[in-house]
């Protein structure tokens, strides 16, 4: 009833069953509260995910160079394109990070939106970038390229390692925080993993033949978009 006497279009007169207060009751008390909060655990995940990115790379060119090794180290030339391309990746892995793990004007995350262009948009933004004008190497780049499988199975290893560290640690910033568009948001946290992985997988190797790239560099954006899309909105939700 409304304070007028007149029954209320939206109201109900009858009271949830007790059963329910306990069921609730019962699932609050069960449920241990969060000993840090979501922010506190973004920014350790933002922090550690580049020191990551870096072991990996440094442990891979143990194994395959036997001497730490970038693409700089193998002879390519800095030039602008270098630096442009390079500055345009580091953009959008950033981009994606940003739009992942935001908390949003409401606090309930970046926007349907935002996440869906995301997940959408970096695998081919990505890929673009590698392809549309791969970059030169010198001849002693060149000639270490010789070694490299052109299917880039050492290089798929490599993105695959550094993009399930950092899904894992954008899941766990992120665990039991999502509770609305939970599957954008796990596709846009693996799309943001795996913008991180071709990041790294840039900065290691020179390849210019394509079909190393695609496999090696944009293949691992797309698994790990999908992967997020699949395994991570159950871990999101509260």
Same mark, same amino acid.
């Given at each position: 009833?409304?304070?007028?006497?007149?029954?209320?279009?939206?109201?109900?007169?009858?009271?949830?069953?007790?059963?329910?207060?306990?069921?609730?009751?019962?699932? #609050?008390?069960?449920?241990?509260?969060?000993?840090?909060?979501?922010?506190?655990?973004?920014?350790?995940?933002?922090? #550690?995910? *580049? %020191?990551?990115?870096?072991?990996?790379?440094?442990?891979?060119?143990?194994?395959?160079?036997?001497?730490?090794? %970038?693409?700089?180290?193998?002879?390519?030339? !800095?030039? #602008?394109?270098?630096?442009?391309?390079?500055?345009?990746? #580091?953009?959008?892995? +950033?981009?994606?990070? $940003?739009?992942?793990?935001?908390?949003?004007?409401?606090?309930?995350? /970046? =926007? !349907?939106?935002?996440?869906?262009?995301?997940?959408?948009?970096?695998?081919?933004?990505?890929?673009? %970038?590698?392809?549309?004008?791969?970059?030169?190497?010198?001849?002693?780049?060149?000639? =270490?390229?010789?070694? +490299?499988?052109?299917?880039? *199975?050492?290089?798929?290893?490599? /993105?695959?390692?550094?993009?399930?560290?950092?899904?894992? /640690?954008?899941?766990?910033? $992120?665990?039991?925080?999502?509770?609305?568009?939970?599957?954008?948001?796990?596709?846009? !946290?693996?799309?943001?993993?795996?913008?991180?992985?071709?990041?790294?997988?840039?900065?290691?190797?020179?390849?210019?033949?394509?079909?190393? $790239?695609?496999?090696?560099?944009?293949?691992?954006?797309?698994? +790990?978009? $999908?992967?997020? %899309?699949?395994?991570? *909105?159950?871990?999101?939700?509260?």
């Amino acid at each position: 009833m409304t304070d007028r006497g007149l029954p209320s279009r939206f109201g109900s007169e009858l009271a949830p069953p007790e059963e329910l207060f306990f069921k609730v009751r019962s699932a #609050v008390a069960a449920t241990p509260a969060p000993k840090t909060t979501t922010r506190l655990r973004v920014i350790v995940a933002t922090a #550690v995910v *580049p %020191l990551l990115a870096a072991a990996v790379l440094l442990v891979a060119s143990h194994f395959v160079y036997h001497q730490p090794a %970038l693409r700089i180290h193998e002879g390519t030339p !800095v030039t #602008v394109h270098l630096v442009i391309v390079l500055l345009l990746i #580091v953009g959008l892995t +950033l981009s994606a990070t $940003l739009i992942a793990l935001g908390r949003g004007e409401r606090g309930l995350g /970046s =926007s !349907v939106v935002a996440l869906f262009l995301a997940a959408v948009l970096v695998t081919p933004i990505y890929a673009v %970038l590698m392809l549309l004008d791969p970059l030169e190497v010198s001849q002693a780049a060149a000639a =270490s390229l010789a070694t +490299l499988s052109p299917w880039a *199975p050492r290089c798929f290893t490599v /993105s695959a390692a550094v993009g399930l560290l950092v899904l894992l /640690s954008f899941t766990a910033a $992120l665990r039991r925080s999502a509770p609305v568009a939970s599957r954008l948001r796990g596709a846009a !946290v693996g799309a943001a993993a795996g913008a991180w992985a071709g990041l790294s997988v840039f900065m290691y190797c020179p390849a210019t033949e394509y079909h190393h $790239l695609l496999v090696g560099h944009v293949l691992p954006i797309a698994a +790990l978009t $999908l992967l997020g %899309l699949a395994a991570i *909105p159950r871990a999101l939700r509260p």
